[in-house]
Nanobody, 120 residues
Framework: QLVESGGGSVQAGGSLRLSCAAS????????MAWFRQAPGKEREFVAS????????NYADSYKGRAAVSRDNTKNTFYLQINSLKSEDTAVYYC???????????????WGQGTQVTVSS
């Protein structure tokens, strides 16, 4: 089970750190990712992390201002977003398992989402 937290309302230019806590299994050997979904839009890729190589990947709109990380001792996956923009407003979902990558269908496990609202 994946449970996100850390969302909220923030002004443009601010930062947030989203957390994804896992229970019932270890994240250490799991490919993980973050996706987001804005109202009326498709769910879209934000960032991913491959457990074996440590490689991370980011959507173009997040490159240079977002970072994913893992704390295996806490069994938690994080997404740090800086320089937030109003267009970042969305529900952010944590996803895990499967083959990794940018496609949502690759991940069998999902959290319930956490709302991020950025005001300008």
């Amino acid at each position: 089970q994946l449970v996100e937290s850390g969302g909220g309302s923030v002004q443009a230019g601010g930062s947030l750190r989203l957390s994804c806590a896992a229970s019932g299994g270890s994240l250490e050997n799991i490919n993980m990712a973050w996706f987001r979904q804005a109202p009326g839009k498709e769910r879209e890729f934000v960032a991913s992390s491959w457990w074996r190589s440590g490689f991370t990947n980011y959507a173009d709109s997040y490159k240079g201002r977002a970072a994913v990380s893992r704390d295996n001792t806490k069994n938690t996956f994080y997404l740090q977003i800086n320089s937030l923009k109003s267009e970042d407003t969305a529900v952010y979902y944590c996803a895990g398992g499967g083959g990794g990558g940018v496609r949502a269908v690759s991940y069998p496990s999902w959290g319930q989402g956490t709302q991020v609202t950025v005001s300008s």
